[in-house]
DNA sequence: GCAGAAGGTTTCGAATGTCGAAATATGGCC
DNA sequence: GGCCATATTTCGACATTCGAAACCTTCTGC
């Protein structure tokens, strides 16, 4: 196949991609009973080691602070985080995974994580490292067109 | 570095371009001032040729036929697409993406697809090859793992 | 041809999630 | 100790979504 054609054939498979992700987030919160942003908020904290801030959870979602307030409550009621107030600074409120989390993160995550790794196995030391490489020029290529929406002034529309 | 730990690397970096995909979606939405289901119901429209109608775009989007309406009408009154009757069966709604939505598209996708296309330019077939077949791979991971996650029955929580 | 079923979209009312602003509580600073 | 900054929660308002019912249009059987 071309140079060419493949060019475009990784940018559709890419999209795909993306959309298979999205599928997978979907399947992951309708199983849970979750919204997308808990189980986002439910992800970070599981990721992290070590509790989560509810003011670093309002960061990292970029969600307002009354709407990261409600997260933690309906995670709260689902027996999936805890509250407890920091007790070196007493303002802060820390969010902590459950036991039932971490099933849940024995379910959920951990699988996807095997299968990839397993999947990557059939590479190459030096094909990991083009896909590497791929990778993160990918996302440099998103990231710059990101900070061109978001520098840029809005040109008028229906100029 | 050792293959064990580029296989984490492509781990994380695959991870971090999800996010980079998805601040991109935020970016481009918060520039039109529409919501992101807005935006994927526009993107769709202006990815097809020919128009859409409004019962695809439901089943496309994956929301209910009400909330179709209402996306149409959000895009229709920010003048990106028009909504016909088809002549063929009067019952369906064609949705069609206005000259100002062309706009949008010249402005915000062609970019970064031009500029996808120039980076990827950098590798050679071989390394395309290797790149395509990962992206594929990857996603059928996902799938499988998403199929994994909607057919079995949820694990009685809390067990 | 026409009655009734099926298809496609819209309207309506209710539920949910998000926000901004105000309120509350704690910590740091002269 | 009073005052400003930090961190979270409460409150009321708004936007988006849904399910159910309503409304046309097309198809089917007779």
Redesign the interface.
Same mark, same amino acid.
Request: no cysteine; charged share 20%; glycine share 8%.
């Given at each position: 196949m071309s140079?060419y054609g493949?060019?475009r054939? +990784? $940018?559709m498979?890419?999209r795909?991609? %993306?959309q298979?992700?999205d599928?997978?987030d979907? $399947?992951?919160a309708?199983?849970?009973g979750l919204n997308r942003t808990d189980l986002r908020a439910l992800d970070l904290v599981l990721a992290n080691d070590g509790p989560f801030s509810a003011g670093e959870l309002t960061r990292a979602l970029?969600i307002s602070p009354a709407a990261t307030t409600t997260v933690i409550d309906r995670l709260e009621r689902a027996?999936l985080v805890t509250r407890t107030r920091d007790a070196e600074n007493r303002r802060r409120v820390l969010v902590t995974a459950t036991d !039932?989390a971490r099933? +849940?993160e024995r379910?959920?995550y951990l699988?996807?994580?095997e299968?990839?790794?397993r999947?990557?196995?059939?590479?190459s030391?030096e %094909?990991?490292? !083009?896909?590497?490489d791929?990778?993160?020029?990918?996302?440099? +290529?998103?990231? !710059?067109? !990101?900070a061109?929406?978001?520098e840029n002034p809005?040109?008028p529309?229906?100029?």
């Open positions: 140079k493949l060019i054939d +990784v $940018a498979q890419l795909l991609l %993306q298979s992700f599928a997978f979907e $399947a992951a309708a199983r849970l970029k027996g !039932t099933e +849940v379910d959920i699988p996807v994580g299968a990839g790794a999947a990557l196995r059939g590479y030391g %094909q990991l490292t !083009t896909i590497l791929f990778l993160q020029t990918a996302r440099h +290529v998103q990231e !710059t067109q !990101t061109r929406l978001s809005a040109p529309p229906g100029r």
